[in-house]
């Protein structure tokens, strides 16, 4: 398993070359570049710094194939669990998912949006399974073990440790780091939904508020000009929420330890072992890959806005740290943690059809936005999240802030910084896309990442449906708190 994960990397960077010769080629001859100052600035501050195809606007029926891919990610896991087991298979979600895409990949093309598709597949796409497989891999050769009382205040410092790590090493990286020794911890026990839950929600996202490292939508903000120790001034809502959520959560679990049977709670108290670390070589090449990402770019690499196929040594140094991380770790270090590549193959099948699939979902919106009416501060805050929830947050991030300095007549992240007004904005753009991409298993990759992992484990974990119940049932009185206090 670990050699066909090298390999599809590798088969993927050796892609490149190819992708980069065919994204320079012409749509053909249905494209119809229509280039207004709107769009030629959104591209001047494309995060990838190439230039992409240019079509004529789309149909709202565009948006169906990405509707039903949702809608296949919400009730198929319910109905193929009460009869065939259909959607556990990784193939058959990478059927479905290129099924759909290719439905979007015709739509667009026949409107001239070739490029875009080209642009989203090698600079979006692959980039960003890269980046979450070097996570994934080279968090699962560090072991955390030892197995200490699955107390409710033991599991909370978990959720504390995690939620800070997050900002630094990611939120995929620390959920992989952390979710296996949780889930140990919490093997006796017959109450852990809910702790997985929380996890997500703190860990997987409103942990990574704190730096450009922690989530995507703020590393591309820092991309286009956003200061690297900008995001510290979202400390404050990071601990409103978190201590709102981090208390709700002990007195949740304090409810369920109590529901625990005394069998199973004397079998926690037996097995205890003390906690230590096996792969600490790991954490090098964790910090490998923090450093890859935060230097190997166009701020520091100049000649990448000339080139930006260059921006792909960053994907070169990746796959480096991943075959540095199998070659010096041992190799029962991963089987006692269990570790398998069914989540990242699942999250990398299903996202290719999703980041296909709303495309349209996405033109439409960045071309469409203002008539949405967002002109206010928790507006952008609501209307930002909400949407993270349900598309990858990155995009969204940049196409509201895009929607943004339209709507107050800027045009640089300078002015909106030196605008005390905008700033707020910015904030709530910030924060609407890392927090509420909790909302959902597809919100964050993390999510659905930790959701397989909880599963192997032999946690039953909630359908989307079921996982959409509990987030808005916790979290979305955590946001209307939120707005009253930092986005009236």
Do not use: C
Not at 114 to 131: M, S
């Amino acid at each position: 398993m670990k050699q066909k994960l090298i390999s599809v990397l590798l088969a993927i960077s050796l892609f490149l070359p190819a992708a980069a010769l065919l994204a320079d080629e012409p749509a053909g001859e249905t494209q119809t570049p229509v280039h207004t100052e709107e769009t030629q600035s959104a591209h001047e501050e494309n995060s990838s710094g190439h230039h992409e195809t240019i079509g004529e606007d789309l149909p709202y029926w565009s948006v169906i194939p990405f509707i039903l891919i949702l809608l296949s990610i919400a009730l198929l896991p319910i109905v193929s669990h009460t009869t065939s087991h259909w959607w556990e298979s990784n193939t058959n979600k990478l059927i479905l998912a290129l099924a759909l895409a290719a439905v979007s990949f015709i739509i667009l093309v026949l409107h001239g949006w070739f490029g875009k598709i080209v642009h989203t597949l090698v600079f979006e796409y692959v980039p960003f399974i890269i980046l979450l497989g070097s996570l994934f891999y080279i968090s699962g050769g560090i072991r955390l073990k030892g197995d200490i009382e699955a107390t409710p205040l033991n599991n909370t410092i978990f959720l504390i440790i995690g939620t800070f790590l997050a900002s630094f090493i990611g939120t995929t990286g620390a959920s992989m780091l952390l979710i296996r020794p949780i889930l140990k911890t919490n093997s006796e026990r017959k109450h852990v939904v809910h702790t997985v839950i929380f996890f997500i929600f703190l860990v997987s996202n409103i942990g990574g508020s704190l730096t450009p490292l922690g989530d995507p939508p703020l590393f591309l903000g820092y991309l286009i000009g956003v200061p690297f120790t900008w995001t510290f001034k979202l400390l404050p809502e990071l601990l409103v929420a978190g201590v709102i959520l981090l208390i709700t959560y002990f007195i949740w679990d304090t409810i369920a330890y109590g529901k625990e049977t005394g069998k199973d709670l004397k079998k926690d108290h037996t097995r205890k072992e003390k906690i230590s670390l096996e792969g600490q070589v790991n954490f090098i090449w964790l910090l490998g890959v923090v450093l890859s990402v935060a230097f190997l770019n166009q701020n520091y690499i100049p000649a990448i806005n000339n080139n930006p196929y260059l921006a792909f040594v960053r994907e070169g140094v990746l796959i480096a740290l991943i075959l540095a991380s199998k070659f010096t770790t041992k190799g029962h270090v991963r089987e006692h943690n269990k570790f398998t590549l069914h989540p990242i193959q699942e999250v990398a099948y299903l996202f290719i059809g999703i980041f296909i699939t709303m495309i349209p979902a996405l033109i439409l919106l960045e071309h469409h936005g203002k008539e949405l009416g967002v002109t206010e501060t928790w507006q952008f805050f609501w209307v930002t999240g909400l949407f993270s929830g349900v598309l990858d947050n990155a995009p969204t991030y940049l196409t509201f802030l895009s929607l943004a300095k339209g709507t107050l007549g800027f045009n640089n992240v300078a002015q909106i910084l030196a605008d005390s007004h905008a700033e707020e904005i910015l904030k709530a753009i910030s924060v609407g896309a890392v927090f509420m991409g909790a909302l959902t298993y597809i919100g964050n990759a993390p999510n659905f990442m930790v959701k397989s992992v909880a599963e192997e484990n032999n946690v039953k974990m909630p359908s989307f449906g079921g996982y959409v119940l509990y987030s808005f049932g916790i979290l979305i009185p955590t946001f209307i708190l939120l707005t009253f206090i930092f986005f009236r």
